[in-house]
Each structure stands twice: as C-alpha cells, then as structure tokens.
C-alpha cells in the first residue's frame, strides 16, 4: 500500500512546475527542487513493487523508506527560503503553499514507511 501511495506523491510532486501559480524561478531550479525528488519517489516505489512481486522486497522495505526521507528532506530544505520570501511579501502564499506541500507529503511517506519497515532492535543484548 505504501508503494501505491508512494506512485500518487512521486506524481504530485512533479506537478507544481507544470501546472498551478507560478513562481519567479528557473527551470533548472524547479527541475531539480521537484522533478528528481519526484523521479526518485516513483522511482523506488515502483521497484518496490516489483520486489514484492518477486518476493524479496522484506531487506529492501526500510532502506526505500529512507531514500524516500532524503527526497521529502530535499524538497523541504529547498523550499524553506520560499516560504520565508513569502513570509517578507516577496513571494505569492498561494504558489508558496502550492509548491511547498508536496515536499511536506513525501517527507511524511517516507517516514511513515521507515517507521513501519524499521527493524526492531535485538533483546538481551
């Protein structure tokens, strides 16, 4: 299941540079602020899927969450100035809020997916 969710959030955070308010931003920004963490997302999710599939995905399970908490920390962090430019009226909320939340949802999915596939420490010991 987090796989599937993790296909819908890898495409919604391609999304914002195609599609909604624009921002003042290069190409090459937005490309690497939305489309690699993106990539990456659909990316590991997909070979989830594939390692599920065949039966191996259980040594996999936490290290793709972890790859996914480094795409959602990436676009977080190359957000945050944004969302203190719009803090100082130098930046639109609604294109702040538009381009900024789905860093937010796949920082939350990856976390969500290394909690759950964490290995538990060993006892006695």
């Known amino acids: 299941m987090l796989a599937g969710l993790g296909l819908v959030v890898g495409s919604w955070a391609l999304l914002p540079p195609y599609s909604g308010p624009p921002l003042n931003t290069a190409d090459m920004v937005e490309f690497v602020d939305h489309v690699v963490p993106g990539v990456v997302v659909i990316a590991i999710s997909v070979a989830s899927l594939l390692l599920a599939r065949a039966g191996r995905a259980a040594g996999a399970r936490f290290p793709a969450g972890l790859g996914i908490v480094l795409a959602g920390f990436w676009m977080v962090a190359?957000?945050?100035?944004?969302?203190?430019?719009?803090?100082?009226?130098?930046?639109?909320?609604?294109?702040?809020i538009y381009h900024s939340l789905p860093g937010l949802a796949v920082l939350a999915l990856g976390v969500a997916w290394a909690v759950i596939y964490r290995t538990p420490a060993p006892e006695g010991g």
Do not use: D
């Open 78 to 96: 190359t957000h945050l100035p944004l969302v203190l430019q719009a803090t100082r009226q130098q930046a639109p909320w609604g294109a702040t």
